[in-house]
Nanobody, 125 residues
Framework: QVELVESGGGSVQSGGSLRLSCRVV????????MGWFRQAPGKDLEGVTT???????TSADSVKGRFTISQDNAKNTLYLQMANLKPEDTAMYFC???????????????????WGQGTQVTVSS
């Protein structure tokens, strides 16, 4: 019943933009801590950005000013607007959720209950 369906990944040139989507099925995204994670080849899973039910957002230093997380409550969909993409942004991007009012500052993957299958983002120079 619960499903997170990511889309929007692809291949872009350095400096380009992409918008990732995460359609939520089985719960109301606006009542959960929602987040985006990514994993580059050979690297650990990395927290990217989160949004809380109250609207507070957090972002990793590496993406501040470039990535924006948002939600469309009518569509029950989470978004990640990615601008000024860099080759180091190349990774598999995952949508994740946990039923809490606040997102942890630890960026721990183990705190998130639901995960999508991921969507690949490739940035070339």
């Amino acid at each position: 019943q619960v499903e997170l369906v990511e889309s929007g990944g692809g291949s872009v040139q350095s400096g380009g933009s992409l918008r990732l989507s995460c359609r939520v099925v089985g719960f109301t995204a606006s009542t959960y801590c929602m987040g985006w994670f990514r994993q580059a080849p050979g690297k650990d899973l990395e927290g990217v950005t989160t949004i809380e039910p109250g609207g507070r957002t957090t972002s990793a230093d590496s993406v501040k000013g470039r990535f924006t997380i948002s939600q469309d409550n009518a569509k029950n969909t989470l978004y990640l607007q990615m601008a000024n993409l860099k080759p180091e942004d190349t990774a598999m991007y995952f949508c994740a959720a946990v039923p809490t009012d606040y997102c942890s500052d630890s960026w721990s993957q183990y705190e998130y209950k639901y995960w999508g299958q991921g969507t690949q983002v490739t940035v070339s120079s």
